[in-house]
């Protein structure tokens, strides 16, 4: 018979390697643990675990399971589901926790959904709130966040990625125990074929000081010269763009910012007409400084921007432009 | 060939307003207009792509929602969708993913080859509907989704999913399945004049929620805040002419010209 704990967290753990997100994973449940919740454990699945799962548990300070097997050492989300869901039934957690990635956000709705549990995705905030433990997380693209509490047994809850800052603890990790298990998650249809990295290349905006980033703001592909001409007036400066302007063909998908495209930390971010969706967000937040121009006041890139401009681009840049070229005549 | 394809209401994104309350919460005020969900729109047209490439492929489109929510299966059959099946909720309030998931397993549970979504809705950013309503039908599963190919004796489907940095990975599933895409996978057509006259005519079957099995709501929503500034987010005052030249001037100050 397995201890119960309160609180666990599920990580994937491929060769070994230790996924950064597993510590926001810790740092979430130790959030978890100040508001209440009882002992936590970590539950990691993958290959070559053994290493991994000791680190983790003597810098997080607490119990790890490593579940291995071959239906787990890679990705796929019926092996996931009936593995968590073995692994829930011996230990009668409150939360069950993952990442908010592509993975985590695939398997755990669907988990929640077999077991009639609550399930809430994305979550980037916990606060009490009428006298109970709320889950905050985005809605309408960031613009306002929702408080949600859960009424079932058991949660699932999805975390986004960078929110909650891992420390490690500063007391010895207390009875640190790791434990080896192997899976036995039923066998499949569903079938894992590969994975392949993205082939374009991204240095071109990666090594940009100034990155002019452009949003559905814009408007009609007609208006992106006005972008292309306003990068043209900054050094070194390089265009990118949010995910639907790539998705419309605008802009080719290496200049696409955010999670799944590509990070940046310019030391100028000139977002355009850019809404400011979380998954924008993520690719930029290391800029330096940011300017964001958009004529949606509740817009909540503003919350991530050092400077906020309420004007319209299209009619916006052409004045920024003969600024531009004012002071470049003053200062020749 | 059968295709389910579920499409969402929601708010325009110019549609809502935020304001505080006060309470130092935030208030939602939504201005009545709606449009489908634009993650969707990529499932509708992945369908109709399938459509034009087959032959023998039906497409139902389906959606949750009140009365107004009879106007995104007019536009999914104004883009080329057969039919459409409207599962009419007795409120406006979003009844959330578990319900919804549930509601559409019950409509759609061994009737589909192919169940398509969109990656989540625009308003609610959940992304469970799709991974929630393939476990109650037991069906196997793909989200965000950016590329498939049906083999070609369509028993099986080869995806492409995205993961983090662009990454793909690749996996196999048999159908009947259900694909969550994400968007980018292709470019959804506008709907053409005659397919729109043709939705126009068209009495979509109504099932009403309150006839379908119920469904305990595990979470609820207590109430929303305005997200907090990770920046000083100072802003701007004067004329666009006098807020440009602050900007340049700005950018000399911080060498950054």
Not at chain 2, 164 to 183: F, W
Request: negative net charge.
């Amino acid at each position: 018979m397995d201890d119960p704990v309160d609180i666990m967290l599920v990580a994937h753990c491929l060769k070994g390697r230790i996924d950064p997100v597993t510590y926001d994973l810790i740092a979430f449940g130790r959030k978890l643990q100040e508001l209440g919740a009882g002992p936590m454990g970590l539950w990691l699945l993958g290959s070559h675990l053994e290493g991994a799962a000791q680190d983790l548990a003597d810098r997080g300070g607490l119990r790890v399971t490593a579940v291995q097997g071959e239906r787990v050492s890679d990705y796929v989300n019926d092996a996931f589901c009936a593995v968590i869901a073995q692994e829930i039934e011996a230990v009668h957690p409150a939360f069950v926790c993952t990442a908010h990635t592509s993975r985590g956000w695939e398997w755990a709705p669907s988990l929640a959904a077999r077991m009639g549990a609550g399930c809430v995705c994305g979550v980037d905030g916990l606060v009490e709130f009428q006298g109970r433990l709320c889950f905050q997380k985005d809605l309408y693209g960031g613009k306002v966040k929702g408080l949600y509490a859960a009424n079932s047994a058991t949660t699932v809850i999805t975390v986004q990625p960078g929110v909650f800052k891992f420390k490690p603890s500063a007391e010895a990790p207390t009875a640190a125990a790791v434990t080896l298990k192997s899976a036995a998650a039923p066998l499949g249809q569903t079938l894992y074929l590969g994975c392949k990295q993205a082939e374009t290349d991204t240095t071109h905006i990666t090594s940009a000081p100034i990155i002019v980033a452009v949003g559905n703001g814009i408007g009609d592909r007609e208006n992106m010269k006005l972008i292309h001409g306003l990068a043209q007036l900054l050094p070194h400066a390089e265009v990118a763009g949010s995910r639907i302007i790539c998705d419309r063909g605008w802009l080719e998908y290496s200049r696409q910012v955010g999670i799944t495209g590509t990070t940046v930390s310019p030391a100028l971010y000139l977002a355009c007409g850019i809404s400011g969706a979380s998954q924008h967000v993520m690719g930029m937040r290391g800029a330096k400084f940011v300017i964001a121009i958009n004529t949606d006041t509740s817009a909540p890139m503003f919350n991530e921007t050092d400077i906020c401009i309420v004007e319209d681009i299209v009619s916006f840049i052409p004045l920024l432009e003969d600024a531009l070229r004012q002071i470049a005549k003053r200062n020749p | 060939m059968k295709i389910l394809v579920c499409v969402k209401q929601v708010p325009e994104p110019e549609g809502i307003a935020v304001n505080r309350d006060a309470h130092g919460m935030a208030k939602l005020e939504t201005f009545g207009r709606f449009a489908m969900n634009r993650f969707d729109e990529f499932a509708v047209e992945q369908a109709i792509n399938i459509k034009e490439s087959l032959p023998d492929v039906h497409i139902q489109g389906i959606t949750v929602g009140p009365d107004r929510a009879d106007q995104v299966l007019k536009r999914a059959v104004g883009m080329g969708c057969d039919e459409g099946i409207h599962l009419l909720t007795p409120t406006e309030i979003d009844q959330g993913p578990a319900a919804v998931a549930a509601w559409i397993s019950q409509i759609g549970s061994e009737k589909y080859d192919l169940i398509l979504c969109g990656t989540m809705s625009e308003d609610t950013m959940n992304g469970q509907v799709g991974p929630m309503a393939a476990a109650l039908m037991d069906l196997p599963y793909a989200t965000q989704v950016i590329g498939m190919q049906l083999t070609r004796d369509l028993s099986h489907v080869t995806i492409e999913r995205e993961i983090e940095g662009g990454a793909r990975e690749m996996v196999r599933l048999p159908l009947p399945a259900l694909l969550a895409l994400q968007p980018g996978i292709n470019r959804p057509r506008y709907p053409s004049l005659s397919n729109l006259l043709r939705a126009n005519q068209k009495v979509f079957e109504t099932i009403s929620t309150d006839t379908l099995a119920t469904v305990t709501t595990e979470i609820d929503c207590l109430g929303f805040v305005l997200p907090v500034h990770a920046r000083p987010a100072q802003l701007l005052t004067g004329s666009a002419k006098e807020k440009a030249e602050q900007v340049a001037g700005l950018l000399k100050a911080r060498a950054l010209i």
